[in-house]
């Protein structure tokens, strides 16, 4: 029985790799079987993987008119090659390739200069950050009560707990967030599927929204406490 499994096995793994084309295939599809190319146009796949749509995976070919990104053309990887039926399929197929190229590419420039925001060492910072601004407000709950007498003094010290309560939690939000996104973009970029692109292109949007938000508020926070020890220093001690 265990035989029969195994060379069972065998033959479905056969069949399935009979049906698939390489991507080679797909470009002599798109650049000898047909001609959909303009004159001074060429062809490659990359990122050289395949991308699925509807559980059916294709390869998109990219067209290229000198150095510049001219268009794509999919091409359903089975025993024989085919464009998409479907004017959905093309656009999202299209959609996908696009921002896998752009991702791919950003990623290799991002890392050679070492400003890469999604990535491990950002996760611990965003962490940090927020155990950072817990502390800073044990701080500023003993200027307050050193500020005993100045009432005006301590509401201005109340003001920036209360936006200290905010931005701990938003710090947390984001490193949070960034594994997420680098979780995402690891499968993404390992298995890209249309029905995928939505998910990891909200994923970068979201934390994105989440920095610029923390941004704002910790400028708002900066501004307030400049204010109040401009204010301590001309508070006469002795009221």
Do not use: H
């Not at 692109?197 to 989440?210: G, P, Q, S, Y």
Request: aromatic letters at 10%.
């Amino acid at each position: 029985m265990a035989k029969k499994l195994l060379a069972l096995m065998a033959i479905l793994l056969f069949c399935s790799q009979a049906f698939a084309i390489s991507a080679q295939d797909a470009v002599n599809f798109t650049t000898k079987q047909n001609n959909f190319l303009y004159s001074g146009e060429e062809v490659e796949i990359f990122p050289n993987t395949r991308i699925k749509d509807s559980r059916k995976d294709y390869w998109v070919v990219t067209v290229l008119s000198g150095q510049s990104l001219s268009g794509f053309i999919p091409v359903r990887d089975s025993s024989t090659p085919e464009l998409p039926n479907s004017t959905i399929t093309r656009r999202e197929l299209i959609k996908t390739a696009y921002v896998l190229r752009y991702q791919i590419e950003l990623n290799k420039s991002s890392s050679q200069q070492g400003l890469w925001l999604f990535d491990a060492q950002n996760v611990k910072f965003f962490s940090d950050l927020g155990q950072d601004l817990k502390n800073e407000r044990i701080d500023l709950t003993t200027i307050w009560t050193s500020l005993e007498g100045f009432s005006q003094l301590q509401n201005q010290v109340d003001s920036l707990n209360d936006q200290l309560d905010d931005m701990y939690p938003l710090s947390e939000d984001i490193s949070k967030g960034l594994l997420d996104a680098t979780s995402t973009e690891t499968k993404f970029l390992a298995e890209p599927d249309t029905n995928g692109l939505k998910e990891f292109r909200n994923a970068f949007v979201d934390n994105f929204d989440l920095i610029k938000n923390l941004e704002s508020e910790r400028s708002a926070y900066l501004a307030e406490l400049d204010a109040l020890r401009q204010a301590i220093a001309l508070t006469d001690p002795c009221p």
